[in-house]
């Protein structure tokens, strides 16, 4: 299918990162960063000229170029750098070659995912998840994407992970990320919300501000007591909002990390 390219100058780092978000959620899948340039890419049939007329500031240059079915992944290949947290894990495409002294491997290759915007919020989850005891644990992965989380859940000696997302690529990719890494534990589901009747040890959700709101209530439900929350895909600006609905939902913001300008949380349930 056709995409989009919109090319948006000039943006500080700051306010690439804050419209990359809102570009995310009016349909934009991919962006890549050129100096003060920012480029996305948008399926010709999903743009929305008015919502994203909305988004506009002014003094801010807009162009833009139909691009032809393109082979995104071989794009996307090209500039596509492995994610490393620390000494504790690494997240490489089959492509790399092994990431030495890192305790975690996790290989993935998200496709039709390309450019930059997203490291900042994995970073910071995995980096949560190397300070809670997952092993024996009950997992849940809210919103699993590429599937990196549970696959590194499992790594981490989770027992059983369920891994849930809405929309049919993802489960597909995430499926395929599962076998890569030989991983047994975890349960794949395509859902739009939080049904699932049981609860968990320990909810990774790596989504956005609006998708992480109209669900706190599932996830309280879903949440054991005394069990942990760690979520991100959030701007530095959007904690009152979230920890107003954490409160509201009888729950407690414990920490919170920041990194090019997006947050992660540790949320506790009652003991």
Not at 227 to 247: N, Y
Request: aromatic fraction near 8%.
């Amino acid at each position: 299918m056709n995409y989009w390219q919109y090319s948006f100058r000039p943006l500080g780092q700051e306010q690439r990162e804050v419209f990359v978000a809102q570009l995310s959620m009016i349909g934009f899948e991919g962006f890549e960063e050129a100096g003060d340039t920012l480029h996305a890419f948008i399926p010709e049939q999903d743009l929305n000229e008015a919502a994203l007329n909305e988004l506009l500031s002014e003094g801010l240059e807009v162009s833009r170029k139909l691009i032809p079915p393109t082979n995104w992944n071989a794009e996307w290949e090209k500039d596509f750098e492995p994610v490393i947290v620390h000494d504790f894990a690494s997240i490489r495409a089959h492509f790399h070659a092994p990431i030495p002294n890192v305790q975690h491997e996790v290989i993935i290759t998200p496709k039709m995912s390309f450019g930059t915007g997203h490291h900042a919020t994995t970073f910071m989850m995995i980096d949560y998840m190397r300070s809670i005891d997952l092993n024996n644990k009950t997992v849940l992965d809210f919103g699993t994407g590429t599937g990196v989380l549970a696959i590194l859940a499992e790594k981490l000696g989770a027992k059983e992970i369920v891994a849930i997302d809405n929309d049919d690529w993802s489960i597909d990719n995430a499926k395929e990320n599962i076998e890569v890494n030989a991983c047994k534990k975890i349960e794949l589901l395509k859902a739009d919300s939080l049904h699932l009747g049981r609860t968990f040890d320990v909810i990774l959700a790596n989504i956005n501000k609006n998708v992480l709101l109209v669900n706190m209530t599932g996830i309280r439900q879903h949440l054991q007591d005394g069990g942990v929350v760690i979520m991100s895909g959030l701007l530095s600006g959007d904690r009152k909002d979230i920890e107003a609905a954490v409160v509201k939902e009888m729950l407690k913001v414990d920490d919170q990390k920041d990194r090019q300008n997006w947050i992660a949380l540790q949320i506790s349930g009652k003991p």
